[in-house]
């Protein structure tokens, strides 16, 4: 049986792409050394599928930064601001993901989102209304011949056009419909290149397809491929979905001529059942998405060769099957190899992105003998070992706790509007207090630092001795900036999520699984492999000695529990449910402790909120917020009302959500809002939210440093939406990978800001 990989990752089996893209934003190496280490990067990603046997392997799914921004590039969507900076192709490129301010402007980035259900973020193309959609495929036709002279034949990936449309934002009069035509001829042109290249197949990808869709939006996608299959020649498009099912618009899709139609059996909850009951027709491909590209266990060939058969039993066999990821692998680390200190008991149930190709070609081999042939075949024997062996992961005392968890467990009292008024009188803040969100800039000299104490270098006392010589001139630098309400800058961590994992009980940490979460921005997410618990205080000592260096407030950081649980590599054995709440009585614990230690001010973030958020509305409480909500809750109901507990989100789409996050009952909010152009305030003004809430006023994802004057205008447009007793002035986010100087002049320009508005 055939089999198919979606996307590969593209950063590298160390994250070479990372480092040569940095070393080029600092001016180090030539934009042709940027370029020679992506086409590198590329061979090997090539070739490790080719000679793992995988027959239809993607091109162009490689991006600089992000593969939407590379489609919309290619579709000529620029915005006017980063055509008229002059530069390069690539510059312009990297000066839309992240902001310029040089010598040829100052221009912010665009916006940032969560893409779908993932800890990636995709760039938010920006359509005005002068935009003219003219079609550049020089990108994905190099790199199709680029993989063609190594002797390998690829299938292009884009985005498609339905998709591309949907998370587009028409930024001034026009909309959809004025580009629409547009948009299909710039498809057709892409088809027609496709076939004057001798390209046997283009991917079309289309995860907007699993959303909840209205008859507007399938008359959309319907006049979308209506008028592009008619000229697809001999170029087969497959079309390919993710992260869900697409029951909405499935008897459309498997009508109309696609030489493919790739399905999400993983995550797509209706999908076999929609096989099932409307077929899949002969002459077609069917890209079953069985080998898991989200999640690092290992696949169980038992229970996937058992679907693929119920699949093929349900079309009366008539129905060819290539065996798919479910999404593409740039959501998993590259590769096991490097994990050296991983113990082999725990590595062989885990599965990376090298590895998924070894299940994809192993299950190609199987799916294709008699069943009862495939029994005795080594790879299925040594498959199974690992799914019958007893793992000791779980723990009976927190089993115990769970269960005698009460509803009043929840619910945090008095109520929110009177532990404000105590929390004012007791805090003494001034009007429009200002704040960061944690995190201060982690320089090499840290890192290193870090690193030496891990290897054993220093002693920790010595370790210890440098992380308080840190927080004690990062509390004095922010007394000198003017801030309100301090932090004490993190030092000590290396993740918001893997330090909070070295500290609990259930947690497995890898060496080198890095993730893309944008850019250059890799993660290293736990692997949850037990119960979890906490044994004893994580951040109490810090934040005690960073309160006794001020007679400022100090923050007590806290990563919450649908956070740590969704940035780690959950545990398929329980639900997620029941993995949120064991995290939630450990970080209550937490809570208590900084509180009985004199800390007054606790911030629990909840950046990734909203990432396991089922894609379709029906299911939004019932499978997530009826119980992720309360779980937050659980985490600061028994604090004292004086006590002011914060929270803050990352980059995503609330506005949908506001009620829900509002009954998460935290006293402040801080939350991104720069790159959005605050378009947030009004859903929260709408919703009659009561939580305190600080907008970022500038985005730290870019290194351009705001001024005074565009502060204030921002926190003027704020006070049209938000009542000045409620607002906060913060940044969006944590300051961790921005470089000293620019944190520095962006907090004083940020304080000067607040000084000014409190004027009016």
């Known amino acids: 049986m055939q089999t198919s990989v979606i996307g590969f990752p593209r950063i590298g089996t160390l994250r ?32 490790t599928q080719k000679n793992e046997g995988i027959d239809f392997i993607p091109s162009n799914d490689f991006s600089f930064y992000d593969t939407l921004l590379d489609t919309v590039a290619a579709l000529g969507i620029v915005p006017r601001r980063y055509k008229e900076l002059n530069l390069s192709g690539l510059d312009t ?27 990636y973020h995709y760039i938010v193309p920006e359509v005005e209304d002068d935009t003219v959609i003219k079609l550049s495929a020089d990108k994905l036709l190099n790199e199709y011949k680029e993989a063609k002279e190594l002797g390998i034949t690829t299938k292009p990936v884009i985005a498609g056009p339905y998709t591309v449309l949907k998370l587009c934002r028409f930024t001034e009069n026009k909309g959809i419909d004025d580009f629409l035509d547009d948009f299909i001829a710039a498809y057709k042109e892409l088809i027609a290149l496709c076939n004057d290249n001798n390209i046997s197949w283009l991917q079309l990808d289309e995860p907007a ?30 079309l390919q979905t993710y992260f869900g099912d697409v029951r909405d618009i499935y008897e459309d899709i498997i ?53 693929i058969s119920s699949i093929k039993n349900a079309c009366d066999n008539n129905i060819n099957v290539v065996i798919s990821t479910s999404c593409s692998l740039l959501h998993v680390p590259y590769t096991l190899k490097h994990e050296d200190k991983l113990a082999d008991s725990y590595k062989i149930h885990f599965s990376f992105a090298e590895e998924k190709l070894t299940e994809l070609a192993e299950l ?5 003998k008699k069943q009862d042939k495939v029994k005795s075949e080594n790879a299925y024997i040594d498959n199974q070992k690992v799914f019958e062996e007893e793992r000791n992961c779980h723990n009976a005392e927190v089993k115990e706790r769970l269960a005698n968890i009460k509803e009043e467990d929840y619910v945090r009292l008095p109520l929110r509007s009177e532990r404000q008024k105590l ?14 969100i944690g995190s201060f ?191 937050f809750r659980l985490t600061h109901s028994g604090v004292k009302p004086e006590t002011q507990i914060h929270t803050h989100m990352c980059y995503s789409e609330f506005t949908d959500i506001i009620p829900a996050i509002d009954d998460m009952d935290a006293d402040v909010i ?37 001024s005074v004057e565009e502060i204030v205008l921002a926190l003027k447009v704020m006070l049209t939406k938000i009542s000045r007793e409620k607002l906060w002035v913060n940044p969006d986010c944590g300051l961790k990978t921005r470089g000293v100087p620019e944190t520095d002049a962006s907090l004083r320009n940020m304080v000067e800001a607040a000084k000014e508005i409190r004027k009016n």
């Open 93 to 119: 490129y990297f000066a839309m993901a992240r902001g310029y301010q040089g010598e040829s402007g100052d221009v912010k980035a665009l916006a940032m989102k969560k893409w779908f259900n993932t800890n």
């Open 670 to 706: 801080t939350f991104e809002a720069s790159r959005s152009d605050l378009q947030i305030l009004d859903s929260l003004r709408e919703n009659h939210f009561e939580t305190e809430v600080g907008p970022g006023v500038y985005d730290i994802h870019s290194p351009r440093v705001p």
């Open 423 to 436: 929390q004012k009188e007791k805090l003494g803040l001034p009007e429009f207090p200002t704040t960061t």
């Open 209 to 238: 397809l699993v959303y909840d869709l209205s008859d507007a939006d399938k008359a959309l996608f319907n006049k979308i491929y209506d008028e592009l299959l008619k000229e697809r020649g001999n170029c087969n498009i497959l």
């Open 441 to 631: 800039p982690q320089t090499k000299e840290i890192k290193a630092e870090r690193a030496a104490y891990r290897k054993n270098e220093i002693s920790e006392e010595e370790y210890t001795q440098y992380i308080k010589k840190q927080i004690a001139d990062c509390v004095k630098w922010q007394e000198e900036i003017g801030l309100d309400v301090l932090v004490h800058g993190e030092y000590e961590r290396n993740d918001m999520v893997e330090y909070f994992g070295e500290a609990l009980e259930g947690y497995l940490f890898t060496q080198k699984a890095w993730v893309q979460s944008y850019g250059t921005r890799c993660v290293k997410p736990p692997v949850i492999w037990g119960d979890v618990y906490r044994k004893k205080p994580m951040t109490v000592d810090w934040s005690v000695y960073a309160q006794s260096l001020t007679n400022k407030p100090m923050k007590g950081m806290l990563t919450g529990p649908v956070t740590i649980l969704n940035w780690s590599f959950p545990r398929e054995d329980i639900t997620i449910k029941e993995s949120i709440l064991q995290i939630a009585l450990a970080i209550r614990d937490e809570v208590l402790d900084l509180e009985a230690a004199g800390i007054k001010v606790i911030q629990i973030d909840e950046a990734a909120l909203r990432e396991k958020l089922p894609l379709r509305k029906s299911d939004w409480y019932k499978e997530y917020l009826d119980f992720a909500i309360p779980a």
């Open 16 to 47: 070479e792409l990372k480092f040569a893209s940095e070393k080029y934003f600092r001016g180090e190496i030539s934009s042709q050394e940027l370029l020679d280490t992506a086409k590198n990067l590329r061979k090997i990603h090539w070739t």
């Open 364 to 368: 190609g081999v199987l799916a294709d």
């Open 255 to 307: 009508n109309k001529p696609f030489a493919g139609v790739g399905l999400d059996f993983n995550e797509g909850r209706k999908t076999f059942e929609l096989v099932e009951k409307y077929g899949f027709p002969a002459g077609k491909l069917l890209f079953a998405g069985v080998v898991n590209g989200k999640n690092i266990w290992k696949n169980n060939y038992k229970k996937t060769l058992d679907l």
